[in-house]
């Protein structure tokens, strides 16, 4: 399977500011989607980050909030702007892999507390 | 609207016993189903999926799953519990059309295994 390596693994950031994760993966993958979960809760995917175009953003969620980069095959960044307490969760990357992409695999999240 | 629901948010079973974590779901059309498992400070991991074939699907670490198309569930199982099992466990459903990656999660079942 595909090793996905998230960075920062956490971070503590002030309110008002913004944060970007970095999402990279060992091996080029068509699909990668980021996700978000809320503490204590499930996840919820934010958007589909497309190569060589823009990303595609899910219901409540939306560009200006979560602009997203996906300038290769296997990296994509996520950015959290104008954070707000309502923003710490645990940020995830996902990429598509075994027998016709059939399986999604995770990285270890990024795990962000704003105060 | 496609979704899963896992009725209960936590299971507890003894080390040696068999465990059940329920999942039912509500889709159109076939269903494409997963679990996977969280444990602490780490990212999901992918446990086993139902796409098509044998209802009875087997996955890592000896878990297996039922699909059940008449009842809409499908149950996560283990036949002998480990205390190695204790973790957060999700069951996803992949949305019609959108790619096996795509996943809509339950809210996520905590099992605890005691010794």
């Known amino acids: 399977s595909a090793v996905i390596s998230q960075k920062p693994s956490r971070d503590i950031c002030q309110r008002g500011t913004s944060l970007t994760i970095q999402c990279q993966v060992d091996?080029?993958?068509?699909?990668m989607f980021w996700y978000r979960q809320q503490p204590g809760q499930s996840l919820t995917l934010i958007a589909t980050?497309?190569?060589?175009?823009?990303?595609?953003?899910e219901s409540g969620f939306v560009i200006d909030k979560f602009p997203i980069s996906r300038p290769n095959l296997t990296f994509s960044t996520l950015t959290v702007s104008n954070m707000s307490p309502e923003d710490s969760s645990i940020y995830l990357c996902?990429?598509?892999?075994?027998?016709?992409?059939?399986?999604?695999?995770f990285g270890q999240g990024t795990r962000l507390t704003v105060v | 609207a496609q979704s899963v629901a896992q009725p209960e948010d936590q299971v507890n079973v003894a080390e040696g016993n068999p465990l059940t974590v329920k999942c039912t779901y509500s889709?159109?059309?076939?269903?494409?189903l997963f679990w996977y498992v969280q444990y602490p400070n780490r990212g999901l991991q992918f446990l086993l999926k139902?796409?098509?074939?044998?209802?009875l699907v087997k996955g890592s670490y000896g878990f297996e799953a039922e699909f059940n198309k008449s009842q809409t569930s499908f149950h996560l199982k283990k036949p002998s519990a480990l205390v190695s099992d204790s973790a957060l466990y999700f069951c996803?459903?992949?949305?019609?059309?959108?790619?096996?990656?795509?996943?809509?999660f339950g809210t996520g079942t905590r099992l605890l295994v005691s010794p």
């Open positions: 996902s990429v598509g892999q075994g027998p016709r992409n059939t399986e999604a695999f």
């Open positions: 091996s080029q993958v068509t699909m």
């Open positions: 980050a497309n190569q060589g175009s823009e990303a595609t953003y």
């Open positions: 889709v159109s059309g076939n269903p494409y």
């Open positions: 139902y796409i098509t074939g044998d209802n």
């Open positions: 996803a459903v992949s949305p019609l059309g959108t790619g096996f990656q795509k996943l809509v």
